[in-house]
């Protein structure tokens, strides 16, 4: 059974680098699936920060690609965030989801979901 | 990017009666090549993450109900609950994964009437 589970602080000071990272049980790093970060504002909607392949290539929401970095460690099954130069509105839970990949009809949809962690921007 | 604009916001519905939740993208989320939607329907309950309902428009996840269903094509896409259970009161949510930026809907609060 496939788990993910997110970590990291939650509380950054505004100005500086959110760091998060997700870790993947039940599974092994491989091609067919592509590994994602999501976040929601307390009482707000969903919204899609980037997603990385197992090999390393990404799509980043353009919103936020220029203080986005996400990577991959196969050898510890885990995917990283960083979100530099923090504000308030980056205030959210932030979620890691995994969403399948196949050649033939490109990505699919979340399957599954970590348990997300809130994440404050404050001082 | 593609807008996703979902209604009602808010939903109240008697338990055992039918919920309808529409959806609409602003572009097409339809591929020539496949023949095949990119679009899903999240549920999410409170203090949880959202769960997958229905990929590829309108194809049920394992585990998931079948008054669940979804319908629609192209630009228009709906969610129907067939008959309403108390474990059904959450928020739900479209999403494209057609084009980046992969979008969301800004969900839909089912409620008991």
């Known amino acids: 059974q496939v788990q993910l589970q997110e970590s990291g602080p939650g509380l950054v000071k505004p100005s500086e680098t959110l760091s998060l990272t997700c870790d993947v049980s039940?599974?092994?790093?491989?091609?067919?699936?592509?590994w994602g970060w999501i976040r929601q504002p307390p009482g707000k909607g969903l919204e899609w920060i980037g997603s990385?392949?197992?090999?390393?290539?990404?799509y980043y929401n353009p919103s936020l690609k220029s203080r986005v970095t996400i990577s991959v460690d196969t050898s510890k099954n885990r995917f990283s965030l960083k979100l530099n130069s923090v504000t308030a509105a980056d205030t959210a839970v932030y979620y890691c989801a995994r969403a399948p990949y196949s050649g033939y009809n490109g990505v699919s949809a979340f399957d599954i979901w970590g348990q997300g962690t809130m994440v404050t921007v404050s001082s | 990017d593609i807008v996703m604009t979902q209604s009602p916001e808010f939903l109240a519905v008697s338990l055992g009666e039918r919920a309808t939740i529409n959806c609409r993208s602003s572009?097409?989320?339809?591929?020539?090549?496949?023949?095949?939607?990119?679009f899903a329907w999240y549920q999410q309950k409170p203090r949880q993450p959202p769960k997958l309902l229905i990929n590829w428009s309108s194809t049920r996840e394992s585990g998931v109900p079948d008054r669940f269903s979804g319908s629609g094509s192209g630009t228009d896409f709906t969610l129907t609950i067939s008959s309403l259970q108390a474990e059904d009161v959450a928020v739900y949510y479209c999403q494209q994964y057609y084009s980046t930026p992969w979008t969301f809907g800004q969900g839909t609060k089912v409620e008991i009437k």
């Open positions: 572009q097409t989320v339809l591929s020539n090549s496949n023949n095949k939607n990119y």
């Open positions: 039940g599974h092994s790093f491989s091609s067919g699936y592509y």
């Open positions: 990385i392949y197992y090999s390393g290539s990404t």
